[in-house]
């Protein structure tokens, strides 16, 4: 397998990729789920920034508001009441409270025909780690944003520095001018992380844009609401364990007992990882035949990225871990088995 296919297994993402490609011209190996395709020069690259550590982007959902109260309420949360500008569209400065009210009003009279209430706008959070330039993250987000929706949907967006993470909220007016709603899903978010990254990098900044499979880790798993909650309770606003957290204590302390086995997304996660790592095997390999000192460079971070990542790390399973070591118990849990999977049928005979 060479360098373009072997990284494309290993970072493909978990959903099915559709491309259209020119029958009549050379079949290309993709190396990115939204854009373009791989070459030599894009496959080392981009295997560079995930073996090397390069900053992982984040792109959220952080909510969806029905009605003009809603957004108005949110438009003022994210401009901190007047201390932090609300850049809109056109590149104007939300300056009052009647410019917020005018453009909550704007966002949801269209929808007042409606029977029930309707999604007025859809709320997103771009992150990156604590020493980004902040103007480089807003520069991003602004050039995404008019890339992808100003010919169709109108927005605003917020710039926050008051905290360690530099983060931009951009808020998508829900309905666009052709009638289509933005409802953002696994594949649109995907594009969004994409085209972050690749804003970042032609503003100079080191960012990546890869499925936490593909870096070795386990699934996230953790709501909004749920983030907060601990964030309040590590605050010392209450000192009762969350009930997700104490169900998920009760099954780790089961399985470091041998009372239970871990949840059988452990083992399909587990197994995946293993395929990723036998596909960065593949290119390693590639790059240690060509015989170049940089390829043989790359090819050895390689290796040492895999040394450092021999399983999949979930939650649950470090959780185990930590409480078989609390309990003296050397024994590894049991492994729940991923279940066999019939093949799909493609409506072919």
Same mark, same amino acid.
Do not use: C
């Given at each position: 397998?060479?360098?373009?296919?072997?990284?494309?297994? $290993?970072?493909?993402?978990?959903?099915?990729?559709?491309?259209?490609?020119?029958?009549?011209?050379?079949?290309?190996?993709? +190396?990115? $789920?939204?854009?373009?395709?791989?070459?030599? !020069?894009? $496959? *080392?690259?981009?295997?560079?920034? @995930?073996?090397? *550590?390069?900053?992982?982007?984040?792109? !959220?959902?952080?909510?969806?508001?029905?009605?003009?109260?809603?957004?108005?309420?949110? +438009?003022?949360?994210?401009? #901190?009441?007047?201390?932090?500008?609300?850049?809109?569209?056109?590149?104007? @400065?939300?300056?009052?409270?009647?410019?917020?009210?005018?453009?909550?009003?704007?966002?949801?009279?269209?929808?007042?025909?409606?029977?029930?209430?309707?999604?007025?706008?859809?709320?997103?959070?771009?992150?990156? =780690?604590?020493?980004?330039?902040?103007?480089?993250?807003?520069?991003?987000?602004?050039?995404?944003?008019?890339?992808?929706?100003?010919?169709?949907?109108?927005?605003?967006? $917020?710039?926050?520095?008051?905290?360690?993470?530099?983060?931009?909220?951009?808020?998508?007016?829900?309905?666009?001018?052709?009638?289509?709603?933005?409802?953002?899903?696994?594949?649109?978010?995907?594009? +969004?992380?994409?085209?972050?990254? *690749?804003?970042?990098?032609?503003?100079?900044?080191?960012?990546?844009?890869?499925?936490? #499979?593909?870096? /070795?880790?386990?699934?996230?798993?953790?709501?909004?609401?749920?983030?907060?909650?601990?964030? *309040?309770?590590?605050?010392?606003?209450?000192?009762?364990?969350?009930?997700?957290?104490?169900?998920?204590?009760?099954?780790?302390?089961?399985?470091?007992?041998?009372?239970?086995? +871990?949840?059988?997304?452990?083992?399909?996660?587990?197994?995946?990882?293993? !395929?990723?790592?036998?596909?960065?095997?593949?290119?390693?390999?590639?790059?240690?035949?060509?015989?170049? @000192?940089?390829?043989?460079?790359?090819?050895?971070?390689? #290796?040492?990225?895999?040394? !450092?990542?021999? /399983?999949?790390?979930?939650?649950?399973?470090?959780?185990?871990?930590?409480?078989?070591?609390?309990?003296? @118990?050397?024994? #590894?849990?049991?492994?729940?088995?991923?279940?066999?999977?019939? =093949?799909?049928?493609?409506?072919?005979?």
């Amino acid at each position: 397998m060479g360098l373009e296919s072997a990284l494309w297994e $290993a970072t493909r993402p978990a959903f099915r990729v559709r491309y259209i490609h020119d029958p009549k011209g050379q079949p290309l190996i993709p +190396l990115y $789920a939204s854009y373009g395709s791989a070459s030599g !020069k894009t $496959a *080392r690259a981009k295997l560079a920034r @995930i073996v090397r *550590r390069a900053p992982e982007v984040l792109v !959220k959902v952080t909510g969806r508001q029905k009605g003009g109260k809603h957004v108005k309420a949110h +438009l003022e949360y994210i401009g #901190r009441k007047g201390d932090v500008e609300i850049e809109t569209r056109d590149g104007e @400065i939300l300056m009052s409270k009647d410019d917020i009210v005018e453009r909550a009003a704007e966002w949801s009279d269209t929808l007042k025909w409606r029977s029930r209430p309707t999604v007025s706008s859809v709320s997103l959070v771009f992150s990156m =780690p604590a020493g980004t330039d902040p103007d480089k993250v807003l520069g991003a987000v602004r050039a995404l944003a008019h890339a992808e929706f100003s010919d169709n949907h109108d927005y605003v967006l $917020a710039l926050h520095t008051d905290t360690p993470r530099p983060h931009v909220h951009l808020t998508v007016q829900a309905e666009g001018l052709d009638r289509t709603r933005f409802n953002p899903r696994p594949v649109q978010l995907n594009r +969004l992380r994409e085209r972050f990254a *690749r804003e970042l990098r032609t503003r100079g900044v080191a960012a990546e844009a890869t499925p936490r #499979r593909a870096r /070795g880790r386990g699934i996230a798993g953790s709501s909004m609401a749920l983030v907060k909650l601990r964030a *309040r309770l590590r605050a010392g606003s209450s000192g009762q364990m969350t009930d997700a957290d104490r169900r998920t204590n009760e099954q780790a302390i089961e399985v470091a007992r041998g009372q239970a086995a +871990l949840p059988a997304f452990i083992a399909s996660g587990t197994d995946r990882w293993q !395929k990723v790592r036998k596909a960065y095997g593949e290119a390693a390999s590639a790059l240690d035949a060509t015989g170049e @000192i940089e390829d043989r460079e790359l090819a050895n971070d390689v #290796r040492q990225f895999l040394g !450092k990542h021999q /399983g999949m790390n979930a939650t649950p399973e470090v959780f185990a871990a930590r409480h078989a070591q609390n309990l003296g @118990i050397n024994l #590894r849990p049991p492994r729940k088995t991923a279940p066999e999977r019939p =093949p799909r049928d493609r409506g072919r005979s």
